[in-house]
């Protein structure tokens, strides 16, 4: 079973430009989740997903950062313009309604000069 | 006070020691417990489930304390491979579940 996809893996920009990140999630999860980690500290949940809708976006800087999955399946998260402390690891993760086990992908590792 | 609290550690233990794990959450409507293993510039992967009456996956035993409100996570015999951060996750259902992931406790296993 092919697990959560996404890219780029690694991004580099200077501060005030724009960037974007894909997730493919697992086939069949209709959660979708995006976090952004910061090196020494937990993920901390930008967006939820269910489906097409969204759950919780509490902790979304919304004047820089918007997210969309408008099919329910595939999603992105796009930050513009880009902060010196929006470096971190973007990851994406999916489950099962319902579910607390989440898969998550590999990570967008995002630096900001 | 922060959602979800965890010792950040480093825990250096010998290998074959046994080590314990703590994590506090504030929320009193919290209803479900993870612990999930991170390696270094990996993705977060789930450990287990923690259910009421504890339970355990060979080495490792996790317990939920309500009244307290806190969740452990004990490791026997530690390996070299348990290395690792282990972080702790608290859902509040209701209304679409509000995931909070504590900081994380860096485990290192040494010979």
């Known amino acids: 079973e092919a697990g959560v996809a996404q890219s780029p893996r690694y991004k580099i920009i200077e501060k005030r430009q724009s960037v974007a990140f894909w997730c493919n999630p697992i086939?069949?999860?209709?959660?979708l989740y995006w976090y952004q980690q910061i090196l020494g500290q937990g993920p901390k949940l930008l967006i939820q997903?269910?489906?097409?809708?969204?759950?919780?976006d509490s902790q979304l800087p919304k004047d820089r950062f918007s997210a969309e999955r408008l099919k329910g399946v595939d999603s992105t998260l796009k930050i513009q313009p880009a902060k010196l402390e929006d470096s971190a690891v973007y990851l994406c993760?999916?489950?099962?309604?319902?579910?607390?086990?989440?898969?998550f992908g590999p990570g967008t590792r995002l630096t900001v000069l | 006070r922060k959602e979800v609290e965890q010792d950040p550690g480093p825990f250096n233990v010998p290998e074959g020691a046994t080590v314990a794990f703590n994590c506090t959450y504030s929320?009193?409507?919290?209803?479900?417990f993870f612990w999930y293993r991170q390696d270094c510039r990996k993705e977060p992967k789930l450990l287990m489930s923690?259910?009421?009456s504890g339970n355990e996956d060979g080495r490792f035993t996790a317990q939920l304390n309500r009244a307290s409100q806190y969740i452990s996570l004990l490791i026997r015999d530690s390996k070299l491979s348990d290395s690792a951060t282990y972080l702790c996750?608290?859902?509040?259902?209701?209304?679409?579940?509000?995931?909070?992931f504590g900081t994380g406790t860096q485990l290192k296993v040494e010979l």
């Open positions: 993760a999916s489950s099962l309604v319902g579910s607390g086990t989440q898969y």
């Open positions: 086939s069949g999860h209709a959660t």
């Open positions: 997903f269910q489906n097409n809708g969204v759950v919780d």
């Open positions: 929320n009193s409507a919290s209803q479900s």
């Open positions: 923690v259910y009421s």
């Open positions: 996750v608290v859902i509040v259902t209701g209304g679409g579940n509000k995931l909070t």
